[in-house]
């Protein structure tokens, strides 16, 4: 199983970009039980959670990006997506996807994309 993401790059104050992540070679069962989540990095700093869906569909949002940024699913692709509005240069960082299901008892990270927020 791999999870890629795609979707990252250069963008000016203001801007926006839609992040995607593919659960590759996962079944849909496990998809479908998996948290999913995005986690932001940036230099110097700890992995934060950006936002999170949970297997009830309940959705969580970092409050520094609450009402800019969107998460969302495709089940039938098996992907996640986070639609990033409004972005400022704190936003600068490396954004990675996580899948975790406890009750297959996985945990899946992809290798990150890079955003960076600059005039």
């Known amino acids: 199983v791999q999870l890629v993401e795609s979707g990252g790059g250069l963008v000016k104050p203001d801007g926006s970009l839609r992040l995607s992540c593919a659960a590759s070679g996962m079944i849909l069962s496990v998809f479908s039980s998996s948290t999913k989540a995005w986690y932001a990095q940036s230099p110097g700093k700890q992995r934060e959670l950006v936002a999170q869906?949970?297997?009830?569909?309940?959705?969580n949002y970092a409050d520094s990006v609450k009402g800019r940024f969107t998460i969302s699913k495709d089940n039938n692709r098996k992907r996640v997506y986070l639609q990033m509005n409004s972005l400022k240069p704190e936003d600068t960082a490396v954004y990675y996807c996580?899948?975790?299901?406890?009750?297959?008892?996985?945990?899946?990270w992809g290798q990150g994309t890079q955003v960076t927020v600059s005039s």
């Open positions: 996580r899948m975790n299901s406890v009750s297959y008892g996985t945990d899946y």
């Open positions: 869906i949970g297997t009830d569909g309940r959705i």
